[in-house]
């Protein structure tokens, strides 16, 4: 039997993995089922793909949806659908699974709910016997749903280890590890709210293996699928032995709960090369409660210190618009994300996705959202259209200002000195930009983002009367934009300092007025940067 899988990824490149289609390509193998993967990207034309796809004669077609390639896989079923009517089609993935109510069982003939790699080798069999598909998860008709039984991981063939994955093993390239599936927690804005609240693991001798071909394949990038990594302590330790045994070169890319932190687990992070990322998502107590999450602020803060006490790199992500958010809430919660000083803000306006708790909160909250993919918020109550806006200003701001320019080291300590939030200062950026954008008639992809940094740094102290801290201030925003290319670029920058790297230690723990005092008299220093074989950072005179 001719059958084809058909993924559509974001993009070429680092985000095109299409693990979904992967999985039930092995299991479908496993089962001496031969299909046929055809992945795309968003920039490939539904129409034209469903042409390719129709030219090949397949009988049975299966689609993996997701949320961001929805619209793309409808356009794409559609045109099949024309081209050919002696075909099977079928579709599955994570919007199938949450929104199948959406979908039209008059062009697809059979929906996969749940984890397909069993149900789907169940469905293909059936068609191969001449028989209607049936059983839990595969559904025929909207009004009979059933989800697929979760299967036992230690069962499930390796896209990895079977070679599936193979032409997306390039050097270089990134990939998706899948380590769990599962989720002990029920957040209201995610889709595991819905879902079974157990964690199930794939076996350590698998991962073993599986890390041994990433290696020999020489990927550069890793982003572990684990909404929570360091839930389990000591396996997570036992993982991250594995990982630091290997002294691979490959960077690995975690999700954690700051909470379950500790200097134990921290020490065996900074062991690996490695970013963690963190769901903050809000610092106010009740949009937190409300979502189901538990949050302490002195705590959490507490356990990030473990993570900047030894350079491991981290992300926090934060959304606008839950349930009871405010523009004044997410500003504050800006702040204090700010104030953590992590290398990156990932901000996101709340998706009221379909299978989530709070979009069956939606009405109880007066919340109104897009009826379609993403599905992302229009105004509540708490958070009109003009404060949604704003916010969506002060996101843009974070993404250029404050991650593209990896201002994290030195945000807050500009906060303090000029005594402005460090929300503030961003939305002042944001209008400065504008102003700069209009006389100069570039565009902001186009700018050099430090030496924008620079320029508004000085603009916003004249402003502001402060001219006094220039000198400091723009010497400690160079040392650490010079610290951020090096890492990024591995080549030394030329550091242009009026003071020397000792006082500017000091100045991370005095006020503007105090450093003045104790130095008086600034100390010309030209440096570039360097690193021993220990890739301890090392300031060289250049002058």
Same mark, same amino acid.
């Given at each position: ?21 992967l ?25 034209q ?30 045109t099949?659908?024309?081209?050919t ?18 979908f039209?069982?008059?062009i ?29 998860g ?37 990939v998706?590890?899948e ?18 609240r ?13 890390l ?20 389990d ?32 687990l ?74 953590l000083?992590p290398s ?16 069956e ?6 919340i ?37 320019? $990896? ?6 300590? =500009? ?5 402005? &939030?460090?929300? /503030?200062?961003? +939305? #002042? !950026? ?7 954008l ?14 924008? $940094? ?6 916003? =102290?004249?402003?502001l009367?402060?001219? &006094?801290?220039? /000198?400091?201030l +723009? #010497? !400690? ?39 003045l005092?104790r ?25």
């Amino acid at each position: 039997m001719n059958i084809s899988l058909v993924s559509c990824c974001l993009e070429e490149g680092n985000l095109s993995y299409p693990l979904g289609a992967l999985c039930i390509q092995s299991a479908l193998d496993a089962a001496e089922m031969r299909a046929e993967h055809l992945p795309f990207t968003l920039s490939d034309d539904p129409s034209q793909a469903a042409a390719k796809v129709a030219r090949m004669s397949p009988q049975v077609v299966g689609l993996s949806v997701y949320l961001w390639n929805r619209t793309w896989m409808d356009r794409f079923t559609e045109t099949l659908r024309t081209q050919t009517n002696d075909l099977v089609i079928f579709a599955g993935g994570p919007e199938a699974t949450a929104n199948p109510l959406s979908f039209d069982l008059s062009i697809l003939d059979f929906l996969i709910l749940g984890e397909g790699e069993e149900v789907v080798v169940d469905a293909i069999s059936a068609i191969q016997q001449g028989k209607q598909p049936k059983g839990k998860g595969i559904v025929t008709t909207l009004n009979e749903l059933s989800w697929a039984p979760s299967p036992e991981l230690s069962g499930l063939p390796s896209p990895l280890l079977d070679h599936q994955a193979d032409c997306f093993l390039k050097q270089g390239a990134s990939v998706l590890w899948e380590m769990t599936r599962g989720c002990p927690f029920h957040c209201s804005f995610c889709f595991e709210s819905r879902g079974q609240r157990s964690v199930r693991h794939f076996p350590l001798p698998q991962l073993e293996a599986e890390l041994a071909l990433l290696i020999a394949k020489q990927v550069g990038e890793v982003y572990i699928l684990d909404p929570t990594f360091n839930m389990d302590k000591q396996r997570t330790l036992t993982i991250l032995s594995m990982l630091a045994e290997k002294q691979s070169d490959i960077h690995f890319v975690f999700e954690i709960r700051a909470e379950l932190l500790d200097n134990e687990l921290a020490e065996a992070f900074a062991r690996i090369n490695c970013a963690l990322q963190i769901g903050l998502q809000s610092s106010e107590q009740e949009v937190l409660k409300i979502a189901n999450r538990r949050f302490d602020s002195k705590l959490f803060a507490k356990k990030i210190s473990y993570l900047n006490a030894r350079g491991i790199p981290f992300g926090l992500d934060l959304i606008i618009g839950l349930p009871k958010d405010t523009l004044s809430a997410f500003m504050k919660s800006v702040d204090y994300a700010v104030s953590l000083k992590p290398s990156n803000l990932d901000v996101f306006p709340l998706s009221l996705l379909p299978g989530t708790l709070v979009a069956e909160q939606a009405k109880e909250f007066s919340i109104t959202h897009l009826s379609e993919a993403p599905y992302t918020i229009i105004e509540s109550p708490t958070f009109p259209k003009r404060d949604l806006q704003q916010a969506l200003v002060l996101k843009e701001s974070l993404d250029l200002f404050f991650t593209k320019g $990896q201002a994290g080291m030195w945000l807050q300590k =500009l906060s303090e000195v000029v005594s402005l &939030r460090p929300s /503030a200062i961003l +939305l #002042s !950026f944001s209008s400065f930009l504008d102003a700069y954008l209009k006389k100069s008639g570039e565009q902001a992809d186009d700018l050099d983002i430090y030496l924008l $940094q620079e320029t508004f740094v000085r603009s916003l =102290l004249r402003k502001l009367g402060l001219r &006094r801290f220039e /000198a400091v201030l +723009l #010497s !400690f925003i160079e040392l650490h934009q010079g610290i951020a290319f090096f890492h990024e670029y591995g080549e030394s920058p030329v550091l242009h300092l009026s003071y020397s790297l000792d006082a500017l230690s000091d100045f991370v723990h005095l006020t503007g007025d105090a450093f003045l005092k104790r130095y008086p008299k600034m100390r010309q220093e030209v440096l570039g940067i360097t690193s021993d074989d220990e890739e301890r950072l090392l300031f060289v005179p250049l002058q």
